[in-house]
C-alpha cells in the first residue's frame, strides 16, 4: 500500500503564507515518484499548481498563477515534498492534493486533500 499525508493547509488572510507538507509511507515509490501538488477550486476543475517533471524528476513545473509566489521542494531523507506558498489570495482557495506520479508504471497516488482557505 501507499499512503500520501498532507499537511499544513488553513484558514489564512490575504497576503498571508503557508507551508504544506506530503509525506509518503507504505511501499517505498518516493524515489521513483515525480511528487507534486495539484488543486481544486470549487466548481473548478483539479489543476496542476507545482511538480517536479521531466524522466528524471530534475525539473520543476509550476503552474502561471504560482511562478514567483509558490516553492516546490522535496526532502529524500524524509520521503516529504513541501509546497511554501506565499502572497497568497482569495483565488488560492482550494483544496489541494499531493500527488505521486510513478511515470515507467502510468500509476498516480493521491492524498486525500487539504483545504486551503484564503480569506479577510
Known amino acids: 500500500q501507499v499512503e500520501l499525508v498532507e499537511s499544513g493547509g488553513g484558514l489564512v488572510h490575504p497576503g498571508g503564507s503557508l507551508r504544506l507538507s506530503c509525506t509518503v509511507s507504505?511501499?517505498?515509490?518516493?524515489?521513483?515518484?515525480?511528487m507534486g501538488w495539484y488543486r481544486e477550486a470549487p466548481r473548478k476543475p483539479r489543476e496542476m499548481v507545482a511538480r517536479f517533471a521531466g524522466g528524471l524528476g530534475d525539473r520543476i513545473d509550476y503552474a502561471d498563477s504560482a511562478k514567483g509566489r509558490f516553492t516546490l521542494s522535496s526532502d529524500k531523507e524524509k520521503k516529504a515534498v513541501y509546497l511554501q506558498m506565499n502572497s497568497l489570495q482569495p483565488e488560492d482557495t482550494a483544496v489541494y492534493y499531493c500527488?505521486?506520479?510513478?511515470?515507467?508504471?502510468?500509476?498516480?497516488?493521491w492524498g486525500q486533500g487539504i483545504q486551503v482557505t484564503v480569506s479577510s
Open positions: 500527488n505521486a506520479d510513478l511515470r515507467q508504471s502510468y500509476t498516480r497516488y
Open positions: 507504505g511501499r517505498d515509490i518516493f524515489s521513483d515518484a515525480n
